[in-house]
T-cell receptor, first 112, second 116 residues
Framework: AQSVTQLDSQVPVFEEAPVELRCNYS??????LFWYVQYPNQGLQLLLK??????LVESINGFEAEFNKSQTSFHLRKPSVHISDTAEYFC??????????FGQGTELSVKP | GAVVSQHPSRVICKSGTSVKIECRSL??????MFWYRQFPKQSLMLMAT?????????EQGVEKDKFLINHASLTLSTLTVTSAHPEDSSFYIC????????????FGNGTRLTVT
């Protein structure tokens, strides 16, 4: 069985500061990894994903995540956050072709 | 890009009544759609997998008779909460994929259900 752990439930940061949202997973098979963002009272939007190939993946709005197989991690980073990045972020994993399993979520709060 | 539309976005109903939530894939066909439930400040829990033309597959602990799922076409799945109670109040989200597997899963904007 697969599982996902997001180590921080809340991450408060100041605007223009760097941020890292941590995600660890466990699986006995190869998996796909995702980060989703959820704004209040909305569904989830895909931020970025790792399927294969380069272990560093990037989103169009400056986020990046690196797949580390040895540490079973897929941490999300941004070098300089904006107020508009305030949202809930979910890490998710699926065994290739299987069900999507979500972490508990990390609330990113960017303060001016 | 692929869009999944969910309706209504908010609904308030009285205890004992039934509520239907629609999930549509607007520009692709989806043989499989997924229904999730999210409690405040918590993660998404998969309730069931909706399969076009066949019965839905429910996750352990989800009552089939309580949460009726109908996937009548390749672009529409519905979730009906029957005989709703206040404890059914939650945020319900559907998702669908235009391809095989989960690599391109798109989510609706969710439905906030409040049962009074």
């Amino acid at each position: 069985a697969q599982s996902v752990t997001q180590l921080d439930s809340q991450v408060p940061v100041f605007e223009e500061a760097p941020v890292e949202l941590r995600c660890n997973y466990s699986s006995s098979v190869s998996v796909y990894l995702f980060w989703y963002v959820q704004y209040p009272n909305q569904g989830l939007q895909l931020l970025l994903k790792y399927l294969s190939g380069s272990t560093l993946v990037e989103s169009i709005n400056g986020f990046e995540a690196e797949f580390n197989k040895s540490q079973t991690s897929f941490h999300l980073r941004k070098p300089s956050v904006h107020i508009s990045d305030t949202a809930e972020y979910f890490c998710a994993v699926t065994p290739q072709g299987g069900k999507l399993i979500f972490g508990q979520g990390t609330e990113l709060s960017v303060k001016p | 890009g692929a869009v999944v539309s969910q309706h209504p976005s908010r609904v308030i109903c009285k205890s004992g009544t039934s509520v239907k939530i629609e999930c549509r894939s607007l520009d692709f066909q989806a043989t499989t759609m997924f229904w999730y439930r999210q409690f405040p400040k918590q993660s998404l829990m998969l309730m069931a997998t909706s399969n076009e033309g066949s019965k839905a597959t429910y996750e352990q602990g989800v009552e089939k008779d309580k949460f009726l799922i109908n996937h009548a076409s390749l672009t529409l799945s519905t979730l009906t909460v029957t005989s709703a109670h206040p404890e059914d109040s939650s945020f319900y989200i559907c998702s669908a994929s235009p391809g095989q597997g989960m690599s391109t899963l798109h989510f609706g904007n969710g439905t906030r259900l409040t049962v009074t």
